[in-house]
């Protein structure tokens, strides 16, 4: 730390020569604060651009949201940009009242429009299924209103019922003052203490259930009750049973929920009063409450209709997939079939049917009948009963190829309407028809490719093979037994998760666990939905694990290939890594939508150089994030000079690397040897981060020739930026980049043209610590070529192990909690792709690009060249 701050001393020097103001003692101060609220602005900068990108895609109308959506996005993004207006007065000390004024007033804006009644319907207590589609997703939930739509406007059969509405929820609650009881039990939550949230949820839960429903909204239960039940026909004989089921505010929307809420089967008319209370009790459950704090998901914002179904007492029931979750390029339907009803098919109880169907042809490719010797049943006294199969069925498929083939064309059906692969829920009624249950966005799909287990690891000891993989990827550690919940209290972080059968319950552990293996369990269950949300690697049903795996002894989880090591397998954890309509556009939460989004999407400065380019002519929150983001660059450059020529604070790199790359030295990070010097070359470097990532920075050999260019598309990237900033100049390339660095620390940005690429390192031997994070974007190309590298780049991140996270043009990358050698190896590559992906925009001509791109830089060619390439890549 004393060279640091030996950095420290020499920049406020500069600071005291040059302002007079700053004592040695404030030294550490100064640098701290004015660079954490530069990394305070970066962040709000990058989140707020994240909320545009979102509301843009929600705009396009082709996925379900409402105005849980609108609400937390639009807040955020109020937060975020006044976040940054802050950090921005604090790290140039000029306040900005001019930015402050219109964010407010902006802000009243977005509330006045987001904040009044959307539509006559929202304030019914009960609507009936026919009367739902997809746009009332505020009023019914995301279950309920993507089952309308299924039935009203793609025409598939759904079972007869209706939806008890938000509007129902608010009346129980404000009538009965629990909103206060909520807000009150949530001040004694420790968020560290699982004692003190199951408490709390104990007695929000019992405050629910003792509570009495308004006099409107029992009435409305009971009319719709007694609609249903005077129907002429139903689904199987004796009198008509229902499902009780959530459908809150966001579930089977953008997150998944999966299994987190209550659903009451076989519920007999006179008790749909108390099940409707028992599912609103659900939302409290500490299950429930943790995943929404996990989340970000304020409880103030959340909201609870019901919908009650007619009971299909269903032959056989299941799920089906329209992608594989584990390899979703892969032409594949995938079907999960039990007999009986369907929780036992996503439950993990049994092993169910497992039917594979070409997307194109419905020819079934793969067929795995299991014996199925236990089914769910409903109960002529209520409720549900584990029984029996008869012993002629238990080997027996559960559907037909005609059937699989049925249920495979509807799903794609949904998946063409809903423009997104589909997790539907079916049923077989008693006379053998199917009928839709649920349908819902299938939630985080593998990105890892087509996946291919290959041969075993030489050298590795397989102690177990076999399974589904839900999640792909690779985790090692310790194993810890999990047989009941209290055994999840005591999870260790890096544990690898092993259980007789999957639960959703595990999700408290997710965020810790290295992998996670069942001896029974499905790829369609609820558990393996939230394990690819969390991203953990999941295998399931491999029968004997927890017998053949001891508690405490470390294993190495493959999941792609279905295979459990023993012990640590390095080679494997360095490697581990149709149109639809926009059936949304039209409705009255989308003109909604489209009216905040006017208030913070759109962007009017656009050259920083231009006189125009201040306060005054902001219109939107991307101005002011825009305007500010420039601007806070500015500041922390002009912080740098002050700091040119002075001993460990700033100094020029000469080497060959394309760039006019200055360094800010905090200390330990310049061999002592070249202190005071204002050029360094490489060797000077002890800078353990930054020395590695120089080493593919650094050019050599025939990458310091003139890379290839596109003709066309040189001239294509030029004309799009005369046309759309025409006061741009050549001076953009070739602009100052910055490496802030200490013995373990490395902050590099550079700017090249019309990109930006930032990456942020810490390299030491706390392996904890270790990190690397990389964002990049932005280009001189048009819309589509940005794109094309962007996820050429982010496919390139995925081959170097990173978790990546693409939104718009930007392509962001996370690799952690590995040794600093690791670190070292992938700073390596990451200053190669620096080098690598300098322009490329402009020869990002066609699809094929992406691949040719991608390919080409890890054959460790020094640039892309698509002529070398081949195909198309290199042709307009």
């Not at 989140?47 to 849980?68: Q, Y």
């Not at 559960?398 to 495979?408: G, H, K, T, Y």
């Not at 039209?586 to 003109?591: A, D, N, R, S």
Request: glycine share 10%; hydrophobic share 45%; proline share 5%.
């Amino acid at each position: 730390m004393g060279t640091v701050f030996e950095g420290l001393r020499s920049l406020v020097a500069s600071f005291s020569r040059r302002e007079g103001g700053l004592q040695s003692g404030e030294t550490a101060a100064v640098f701290r604060e004015k660079y954490n609220h530069f990394q305070s602005l970066l962040e709000s900068n990058t989140e707020l651009l994240k909320i545009c990108a979102e509301m843009e895609v929600m705009l396009e109308g082709r996925e379900v949201f409402g105005m849980a959506f609108i609400r937390s996005r639009s807040s955020r993004a109020v937060f975020h940009a006044i976040r940054m207006i802050k950090s921005f007065e604090r790290l140039s000390n000029r306040p900005q009242p001019v930015l402050l004024d219109l964010v407010e007033r902006l802000s009243a804006e977005i509330k006045a429009v987001a904040g009044g009644r959307h539509g006559q319907a929202a304030g019914a207590l009960v609507l009936d299924l026919s009367e739902i589609t997809a746009g009332m997703v505020d009023q019914v939930g995301g279950k309920c209103a993507n089952l309308g739509e299924i039935g009203s406007r793609v025409g598939l059969p759904v079972p007869a019922g209706f939806a008890v509405t938000t509007s129902a929820f608010r009346a129980f609650f404000e009538e009965a003052g629990l909103f206060e009881t909520v807000a009150s039990l949530r001040l004694g939550i420790t968020p560290d203490d699982p004692a003190s949230m199951a408490a709390a949820a104990e007695e929000i839960q019992a405050a629910i259930l003792r509570a009495s429903l308004p006099v409107a909204v029992a009435g409305g239960l009971a009319g719709a009750v007694a609609g249903i039940a005077g129907r002429e026909s139903g689904p199987g004989p004796g009198p008509v049973r229902f499902a009780v089921r959530s459908s809150a505010i966001g579930e089977d929307g953008e997150l998944s929920f999966a299994g987190q809420y209550l659903t009451m089967l076989n519920v007999a008319p006179d008790r749909i009063e108390s099940a409707y209370k028992f599912v609103i009790a659900s939302l409290y459950t500490p299950r429930a409450m943790s995943y929404r704090l996990l989340k970000g998901i304020p409880d103030d914002d959340v909201a609870m209709a019901v919908a009650c179904l007619q009971l299909i007492p269903s032959k056989a029931a299941g799920v089906l997939y329209t992608r594989l979750p584990e390899d979703p390029c892969r032409d594949e339907v995938l079907i999960n079939a039990v007999w009986g009803l369907g929780p036992y098919a996503v439950d993990g109880v049994v092993i169910p049917d497992t039917i594979r169907l070409d997307r194109e042809s419905l020819a079934v490719t793969v067929r795995q009948t299991a014996e199925k010797d236990r089914m769910l049943v409903a109960s002529e006294a209520g409720g549900l009963v584990d029984a029996p199969v008869d012993e002629a069925l238990r080997r027996e498929p559960c559907l037909s190829d005609a059937m699989a083939r049925r249920l495979a064309a509807w799903g794609l059906s949904l998946e063409r309407h809903f423009g997104r692969p589909q997790d539907m829920e079916w049923a077989l009624d008693p006379a053998g028809e199917p009928v839709v249950l649920q349908s819902r966005q299938l939630t985080a799909l593998s990105d890892a490719g087509c996946a291919a287990g290959g041969p075993p690891v030489a050298g590795a000891e397989v102690l177990i093979e076999g399974g589904q993989t839900a999640c792909s990827g690779v985790g090692a550690g310790p194993v810890h037994l999990v047989r009941t919940d209290d055994d999840l209290d005591a999870f260790p972080p890096g544990a690898v998760l092993v259980a007789p059968h999957s639960s959703p319950q595990f999700m408290v552990a997710m965020q810790r666990a290295a992998a996670i293996v069942t001896d029974q369990g499905s790829v369609t269950g609820h558990m393996a939905s939230l394990s690819r949300e969390f991203g953990v690697p999941t295998l399931l049903g491999l029968r004997e694990a927890t017998r053949l795996l001891a508690e405490g002894q470390v294993v190495t989880v493959d999941a792609a290939s279905g295979r459990i090591y023993r012990g640590r397998v390095e080679s494997l954890l360095a490697t581990a890594g149709d149109t639809a309509a926009a059936f949304m556009a039209g409705t009255q939460v989308h003109g909604i939508l489209a009216d905040v989004a006017r208030r913070i999407i759109p962007l009017t400065l656009l050259d920083p150089k231009s006189p125009a380019f201040r306060p005054e002519n902001c219109q939107s929150l991307h101005d002011v994030i825009r305007l500010l983001h420039e601007w806070s660059y500015g500041e922390m450059f002009a912080i740098s000079d002050l700091a040119a020529g002075q001993r460990g604070v700033t100094v020029i790199l000469e080497a060959t690397t394309g760039l006019d790359l200055h360094i800010i030295d905090l200390g330990g990070g310049i061999r002592p040897s070249a202190s005071g010097q204002t050029r360094v070359r490489p060797g000077d470097i002890v800078s353990r981060p930054f020395a590695a990532l120089l080493t593919g920075l650094v050019l050599a050999g025939e990458a310091k020739a003139v890379r290839p260019v596109n003709l066309g598309g040189f001239l294509s990237v030029m004309s799009e930026q005369m046309l759309s900033q025409p006061k741009a100049g050549s001076e953009r390339f070739g602009e100052k980049s910055y490496a802030i660095i200490s013995e373990k620390y490395l902050n590099f940005s550079s700017r090249v043209g019309y990109h930006y690429g930032v990456l942020d390192c810490y390299c030491g031997a706390t392996v904890n610590k270790n990190y690397i994070t990389f964002s990049f974007a932005g280009g001189a190309a048009d819309d589509v070529k940005r794109s094309r590298r962007v996820r050429a780049i982010a496919r390139i991140l995925q081959e170097l192990g990173f978790a990546v996270e693409t939104v718009a043009d930007r392509v962001s990358g996370r690799f952690q909690k590995v040794p600093a050698a690791d670190i070292e190896e992938k700073l390596g590559h990451m200053g190669r792709l620096l080098q690598f992906t300098r322009q490329t925009d402009m020869l990002m001509v066609s699809e094929s690009s992406i691949e040719a791109m991608v390919a080409c830089f890890l054959s460790g060619a020094p640039c892309f060249d698509p002529a070398r390439a081949g195909g198309e890549a290199g042709t307009a």
